[in-house]
């Protein structure tokens, strides 16, 4: 079962918590153990787990990876949107989450972040459900 989620961003970079659409999604199948593969359809976004709790987490991860890819380098691609472009293959495009009685399988502070990268921009990711 494949489920499709679309996103409003509301800045250039910035890390918006996804878990809760994806649970939503493993409540309308049976109950029960796999995996749930979660991707980005974009080249300018990526997806990460992480601390879920403060917010000066998705604040220190973004200020960080501007220091490490800056946005205004030499870069030759003419869009000006280079660094999103790199920070998206940094990052990744895809989670895989294994499932357990119907719930994703994530630590005490774990949460699903879809990264903008290049935004705002109107924005989807898919969720594949393979349980049984």
């Known amino acids: 079962m494949i489920f499709e989620h679309n996103l409003k961003t509301g800045r250039r970079q910035e890390l918006i918590d996804i878990t809760a659409l994806v649970e939503a999604d493993l409540k309308t199948v049976p109950s029960g153990e796999g995996i749930c593969l979660v991707f980005v359809t974009h080249t ?11 917010p000066a987490v998705p604040y220190d991860m973004l200020s960080k990876l501007a220091q490490m890819v800056p946005e205004n380098e030499n870069y030759r691609h003419l869009e000006g949107n280079s660094d999103a472009h790199i920070l998206s293959t940094l990052i990744g495009c895809s989670l895989c ?6 719930k994703l399988v994530l630590g005490t502070w774990q949460g699903l972040f879809f990264v903008e990268l290049d935004g705002p921009r109107q924005r989807r990711f898919k969720v594949k459900l393979l349980v049984g």
């Not at 989450?97 to 119907?102: D, H, N, S, T």
Request: hydrophobic share 40%; aromatic share 0%; no cysteine.
């Open 44 to 54: 300018t976004a990526a997806l990460t787990i992480n601390e879920n709790a403060d």
């Open 97 to 102: 989450i294994p499932v357990e009685q119907g």
